[in-house]
């Protein structure tokens, strides 16, 4: 056929991009852009002379100064190895209303990795398969990941005997332990219902009994046990539960025994691993991870936190009184001072722009005279009606705008019965975010977190840790390998989080209007996602309020592998937050926990939370390990605040259309812990939630203003405290979910075009439809299940079934001696009986299987015919994506897809690109994908990427016209995520007609 003939049988129905924009095409950069690479140098930071990563911020302060339209900063493929995060700042922000936009090349992978590369491993103990290497002495970490899969620290079995509590030291009859090397870095790790702790020991001795005393450090045994922090409201603490016993001992060389393990000897400067079967360490990618930090957004100024009434700035002239123990006031640090005298005063010298007094709001409260370096500026009342409560921790003096320096506010009673003073919190400089610019396409992985090494992990709850290096316990949180502290307009699309030693992404101090969306987010040590704050509740300025963010179609999984009381998602005191169409799973605790301060709003003062939305999530398979949590936590007031923009409205929060299922050691699906006030909870679907409740509400009578209807579950099972209105969820047997709640499991998680496509589907995949009473969940067996979870039936006839578009599906499970018989009906056809008996137990085992199926929509279904068991651990689906699949990336200006071409096309059309260097590219989970397409004399060359590294190319020349022919395929590869680009490198077309993933 000649090129005309084949440029009119593409354009038969084409739609041009100027005329109908195809999801997931992305258009050439305009303004200003500037090209970095791993190996860049110089200033040019053109495409043939690119930059490093700092060049290119020289560059773009060199530029945006007034913008007139968006910079690009396109970061090449490769590794940009960080030993300090990339540093941003207002100075580095878009103006003008445009972003400055840091991108990765089309077609490329930009990795920003805190991680050291170590090699030269040599055999060091062949009995026990211990490889040693060299690392710098003094080198600090607490992971390693080997070829991209996360060893663990040596640690000890898992609630080792024998141990007992004496003082702060645990002892055991065991002499072996008093021999051990490096004693000081070694730590005893307790889990206890939703807190994990942490200690390092002092030293190991040998007890009088020939045994041994694992002596904990002090100040952090007295931390997590003999002196908790409990602060009370706002930060709560509670002083429970305590380091009482071992959930297992870690760190010790001595403890190195099982494949996948490792020890740091940083003294010494050593690495020593046990190698698991099939890795060979001469060709391994050996990563040690050393930089805390990789990327850095920070605006001024920065974190404001409050401190108490009793700071040594503050000068009190009078008959003051400092009162503790007024008892359950709500005053911070649970005192203040206290006046009955007019003209009684007290100052307070601060270094910054601003400052905010805390006092009280009550009926015996009076005026207050406010002077600022010396001149009266205004007077405030501390009186509030008769009869009213008491609200405790108000910001009723707020002094701002001031010049950045040394000021003195003065505060003078001046009517009333009494005047208090609870706490001052300063601005110390300007409000000036960070702003407008966004990251997209990048990978952010290898970092470590190395504060618990010295001072241990002392836990409040959810990773808001205790700071007990101050008077007065404060919470802080586990950082982020990514942060941003006072940020807006920051967005971070399409980026890979991956392989870390602390939280994924944190923003924080303030940070407003920001967008996290379609990420892929995991493998961490801490959490997948924080914001906010736990300790600006009493703000009521809007500009240093968390407000306006959204955290939407994100894939979240196996968070908490260091520090396993930790989030998926977590937010403190936020406004007009919303949190909506991610996909959470497979972690140790809760998935989402949004509010903070335990019944704060509801018996002591005002917070500014609230008008905050919870909506369309798919949260599944967790609390995996800890307890007291649930796929969806709450505490803390939200709505009707009383204070900062909403303090004239009721802005009720919302929790909707999730779908929440399989949390193993939860309280309940929905917790509403104490104080949740002001949330409307309804249209959630909840599946195999037993034994745990669908619905929990605190019975201590915080919880107030909050409903619960129209919800869906397959259990009756509730805790229903007091304080909330709710009605019983529509409950449903043997599987047989109602339209209403069906169209809620279906829409639930990332949209289409943030969803990664997969060929392997796992047995809580909302598709999978369970018919039948008797089906249950299995997790943490430790046996080998497909993400450590299975499902099982005990009656025949109850089945499972899933509908897929592809071309092949295998039926994965389990086969035991306790197994019998499955019947296998493909499109309603059966297709026999298969024997799940064997003699010994086999997991992720194929059950059934085909292949060859013609493109399109096919449904299997496994029913139970014998034995006392059926398993499902998944289903592995060659699945056909087709060229307008909203998931994928066009990126370039050529692009047109065409449709009824009349030449075999899968369904009937294609896409195509006429320009060179544009590109598709299309993310996926699993473990190969075909390209197959159009070959034709009017196409050519087609160069290949897979997950950044270059795969050649491939010419799709052909002397005829053949539709859906396979140009490339990538089997073997490690279960997980990749992406595959194509970018047209010759001939008249590039070409896109399906892609088979599996």
């Not at 209105?725 to 069906?742: F, K, L, M, R, S």
């Amino acid at each position: 056929m000649s090129r005309m003939a084949a440029l009119s049988g593409l354009a038969a129905g084409v739609l041009l991009l100027a005329a109908v924009p195809l999801a997931g095409t992305a258009q050439a950069a305009t303004g200003t852009v500037v090209y970095a690479s791993p190996a860049g140098s110089g200033s040019e930071c053109t495409i043939t002379a690119p930059c490093s990563l700092d060049g290119a911020q020289n560059a773009v302060r060199s530029a945006n100064g007034s913008m007139t339209a968006d910079i690009t900063v396109y970061l090449r493929g490769g590794t940009y190895h960080r030993t300090s995060p990339l540093a941003l700042g207002p100075q580095d922000s878009g103006t003008g209303g445009h972003n400055v936009n840091w991108v990765a090349y089309p077609g490329e992978v930009p990795v920003l990795s805190g991680g050291q590369q170590v090699t030269g491993f040599s055999a060091y103990d062949s009995s026990k398969n211990i490889w040693r290497a060299s690392v710098p002495v003094g080198t600090q970490s607490r992971e390693l990941f080997v070829n991209g899969v996360r060893a663990q620290r040596a640690r000890g079995p898992l609630n080792p005997q024998g141990f007992d509590l004496s003082g702060s030291s645990f002892t055991t009859s065991d002499p072996s332990y008093a021999s051990f090397t490096d004693q000081s870095r070694i730590e005893v790790v307790a889990n206890r219902e939703w807190k994990h702790m942490r200690c390092p020991l002092k030293s190991i001795t040998a007890t009088d009994s020939g045994g041994s005393s694992l002596n904990v450090n002090a100040d952090c045994f007295k931390n997590n046990n003999s002196s908790v922090p409990n602060p009370g409201f706002p930060f709560n603490g509670s002083g429970l539960p305590k380091l009482d016993g071992i959930s297992w001992i870690e760190n010790a060389y001595q403890l190195l025994t099982q494949p996948g393990q490792f020890y740091l000897d940083s003294d010494a400067g050593y690495l020593y691993y046990i190698p698991r079967a099939g890795e060979n360490l001469a060709g391994a990618d050996v990563q040690l991870p050393t930089a805390a930090e990789l990327l850095d957004l920070s605006g001024t100024p920065g974190h404001i936190a409050p401190v108490n009434d009793d700071d040594p700035d503050a000068v009190y002239t009078g008959s003051w009184t400092a009162l503790g123990d007024r008892g359950s006031f709500g005053d911070l640090y649970g005192d203040v001072h206290a006046t009955s005298t007019d003209g009684d005063s007290v100052s307070y010298t601060f270094t910054g722009t601003g400052v905010q007094v805390l006092t009280e709001k009550h009926p015996d409260g009076g005026d207050i005279d406010v002077y600022v370096d010396g001149t009266k500026t205004r007077t405030v009342s501390a009186a509030s009606a008769a009869g009213s409560r008491r609200l405790a921790q108000q910001p009723l003096v707020d002094v701002s705008g001031l010049s950045k320096g040394t000021h003195t506010v003065k505060l003078v009673k001046a009517g009333g019965s009494e005047m208090l003073v609870d706490g001052f919190s300063v601005i110390p400089d300007t409000v000036q975010p960070v702003h407008n610019i966004t990251f997209q396409g990048v990978t952010f992985a290898y970092n470590t977190w190395n504060q618990p090494t010295t001072t241990g992990y002392v836990d409040n709850q959810a990773g808001v840790l205790w700071n007990t290096a101050t008077k007065y316990p404060t919470p802080t949180r586990i950082p982020g390998a990514v942060q941003v502290h006072r940020g807006n307009a920051i967005a971070f699309t399409r980026n890979t989080f991956t392989h870390l030693g602390s939280t994924a992404l944190d923003l924080a101090d303030g940070t407003q209007n920001s967008a996290v969306t379609g990420n892929i987010i995991t493998d961490t040590s801490g959490g997948g996602v924080s914001l906010g704050e736990a300790d600006d509740y009493y703000q009521t300025r809007p500009e240093l309020m968390t407000t306006g963010d959204t955290i939407t179609d994100n894939t979240i999984t196996y968070v908490g592998q260091q520090y396993q009381d930790t989030i998926g998602v977590w937010a403190g005191y936020t406004q007009n937050v919303t949190i909506a169409e991610n996909d959470i799973g497979y972690m140790p605790y809760s998935g989402i926990s949004l509010g903070w301060g335990w019944g704060w709003a509801t018996h002591y003062g005002t917070n500014y939370a609230g008008d905050n939305r919870i909506t369309g999530n798919s949260l599944h398979n967790v609390m995996l390990l800890l307890r007291d949590g649930g796929p969806v936590y709450l505490n803390g007031g939200q709505g009707n605040s009383g204070s900062g923009t909403n303090a004239s409205t009721t802005t009720t929060s919302v929790i909707s259309g999730n779908y929440l299922a399989v949390a193993s050691h939860a309280c309940c699906s929905v917790y509403l812990d104490e104080g949740s006030s002001w949330w409307d909870v309804h249209d959630n679907v909840m599946r195999f939630i037993a034994p745990s409740s669908w619905v929990g509400v605190q019975s201590d009578g915080s919880v107030h203003d909050t409903t619960v209807k129209s919800n869906y579950s397959d259990t009756s099972l509730s805790e229903n405290g007091k304080g909330a209105t709710v009605e019983p969820a529509t409950v449903v047997t043997d599987g047989a979910w109602p339209a209403p709640a069906q169209a809620i499991i279906t829409a639930a998680g990332p949209r289409a075009q943030y969803r990664p496509l997969t060929g392997r589907i796992d047995d809580d995949d909302p598709g999978i439809s369970y018919s039948g009473g008797s089906w249950g969940y299995s997790s943490n067996r430790g046996l080998g299940d497909f993400n450590d979870g299975i499902h099982v039936a005990t009656t025949d006839g109850d089945a499972a079934g899933y509908t897929f578009t592809g071309t092949g599906i295998q039926v994965l499970g389990e086969k035991g001696a306790d197994q019998g018989l499955v019947t296998v009906y493909l499109d309603g056809v059966s297709q026999g009986q298969v024997d799940t008996h064997a003699d010994t137990r086999q997991v992720q085992q194929v059950v059934w299987s085909t292949s060859g199926l013609t493109p399109g929509s096919h449904t299997v279904k496994v029913v139970k015919s014998s034995g006392a068991f059926a398993t499902l651990d998944g289903f592995q689906v060659t699945r056909t994506v087709n060229d307008d699949h909203p998931s994928l990336q066009y990126t370039g200006s050529s692009w047109q897809a065409s449709t009824g071409r009349g030449f075999g096309d899968h369904g009937d059309d294609v896409h195509a690109a006429t320009a060179d260097g544009d590109a598709v590219t299309v993310t996926f989970y699993g473990t190969g994908i075909d390209y197959l397409t159009e070959t034709n004399t009017d196409q050519g060359t087609v160069s290949v990427s897979l997950d950044g590294t270059s795969q050649g190319s491939r010419n799709a020349y052909s002397a005829t016209r053949a539709a859906q022919q396979n140009l490339y395929s990538a089997g073997g590869l490690t279960l997980g995520h990749h992406t595959l680009t194509l970018t047209k490198a010759g001939g008249g077309y590039l070409l896109v007609d399906r892609f088979d993933i599996r």
